[in-house]
């Protein structure tokens, strides 16, 4: 079939508009919008009624394009104006209303790129389909295709924000059946690394034991198992920052409540939900952050990153350098101690998952190597060791064995039973 036959069937499937008539033909010619396209097929399509008109007499052809097409009316001197489009029932005549609604609805929202989506109503979607089964249409886009890109395009010369397809700000979504519009925008991601200066304070928010959140007697009602965790106190200034709704916390791993992080700190990015505020000067940030945090816990190093970077962080295999005291059940030479030490250097351990964490993780073993091992003080209560081991290596089974679940142990090396009295991180290597 050529163009102008396929469009003849259209015009007899009703009345039309520019942007549905050339939106069928889409994919050929580029460089044209489909308003272009579809002026020039109804003039080419008025031209062919107006010969056969005069040729033959007949006008069915102009008949049919007189409601979509002036120079249709003009051939058959008849005055009036386009019927409404049966395809897109006159949506295209409203993309300045969709463009307002869109800009409405993001608001105060600070943005430098965004994207459109629509939701297409039923019966839009049904017509489309029909026209491309009864006229055998192959080269046309879709309604939302050209709906996204010609209210993009007014939002984008009002607001001289720009149209990005892989990490908008903020995506618009038109419904077209409801007549609203509504936003998602994209979290802000600042990436950082924490100290930990004070036991007791969990990674992230934990919910109460005894209501899972809801609020008892066991937590004061706070829903909250620990009054502060690293996360809220992060959050709070992150926050007033971005004027997000909330935040999400994600680290390099996580060191136990009762142990601290020291050295340059761990690894993390916070994530504020559903940012008002995007352009966040870190520096100020990173100052009331530490401010509010009290000395419990130092931030530095805040920049803004990509969500990419969180799946790093996850996926990292970190190196992790362990400050430990130890104290043993029997006195123990510090020779003795030495020679234990040193036997596990460069060792790789066995290690079943942990009695004390049973119930968190699957009951397998694991194999992490002890890259080097240090005493660095020894009196008679304890001993100061300093391991530097691959992540995820539990360094204090690693020291007490874990009643043989972990093998090599320093208590098996030793033949003493040897426990961590405190622990401290120093260094989280990414
Ligand atoms: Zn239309
Ligand atoms: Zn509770």
């Given at each position: ?10 015009i ?30 109804k003039?080419?399509l008025a031209?062919?009624g ?11 052809l102009l008949?049919e394009l007189s409601k979509s097409s002036?120079?249709a ?358």
């Open positions: 079939m050529t163009i102008l036959e396929t469009a003849t069937k259209i007899n499937e009703g009345p039309i508009c520019d942007h549905c008539m050339g939106r069928q033909f889409a994919k050929l010619s580029t460089g044209l919008t489909n308003v272009e396209r579809g002026q020039a097929i003039l080419s031209m062919e107006d010969a056969s008109f005069k040729d033959t007499g007949d006008d069915s008949e002036v120079y009316r003009k051939s058959l001197k008849i005055e009036g104006e386009d019927d409404k489009c049966w395809v897109c029932m006159g949506i295209f005549d409203k993309l300045d209303l969709w463009a307002d609604r869109a800009i409405e609805s993001i608001g105060d929202i600070e943005y430098s790129t965004f994207l459109m989506g629509t939701k297409v109503s039923g019966l839009v979607g049904e017509n489309e389909e029909i026209l491309w089964s009864e006229c055998g249409i192959t080269q046309a886009e879709q309604f939302k295709t050209e709906m996204n890109r010609e209210v993009g395009k007014l939002i984008a010369a009002r607001t001289e924000k720009e149209v990005e397809f892989e990490r908008p700000d903020v995506v618009v979504t038109m419904d077209i059946a409801e007549e609203s519009t509504s936003i998602r925008v994209k979290s802000v991601y600042i990436q950082g690394r924490y100290r930990k200066l004070l036991r007791g304070i969990p990674q992230t928010r934990w919910p109460c034991r005894g209501c899972g959140g809801r609020g008892c007697e066991q937590c004061n009602n706070t829903g909250k198992q620990y009054p502060e965790s690293v996360d809220e106190l992060i959050a709070e200034e992150v926050i007033k920052a971005t004027e997000g709704t909330d935040t999400k916390f994600h680290g390099a791993g996580r060191e136990d409540i009762d142990a601290l992080m020291l050295g340059t700190g761990r690894p993390f990015v916070v994530e504020a939900l559903n940012p008002v505020i995007r352009s966040i000067d870190v520096w100020e940030l990173e100052k009331k952050i530490n401010e509010f945090a009290n000395g419990k816990v130092e931030v530095e190093g805040l920049n803004i990153v990509e969500k990419g970077v969180i799946e790093n962080l996850k996926s990292a295999k970190a190196d992790k350098v362990y400050n430990l005291k130890v104290t043993f059940k029997e006195p123990v030479s510090t020779d003795k101690l030495a020679d234990a030490i040193n036997s596990l250097i460069g060792v790789q351990i066995h290690q079943r998952t942990p009695q004390r964490v049973s119930h968190r993780r699957a009951d397998l073993i694991r194999k992490r190597y002890v890259h080097n091992m240090q005493l660095i003080e020894k009196t008679d209560e304890y001993a100061i060791i300093e391991v530097y081991c691959d992540g995820g290596l539990y360094v204090k089974e690693l020291t007490s064995g874990d009643e043989g679940r972990t093998v090599p142990s320093l208590t098996e090396k030793l033949g003493i039973q040897a426990t961590v009295a405190e622990l401290n991180v120093v260094k989280v290597d990414i």
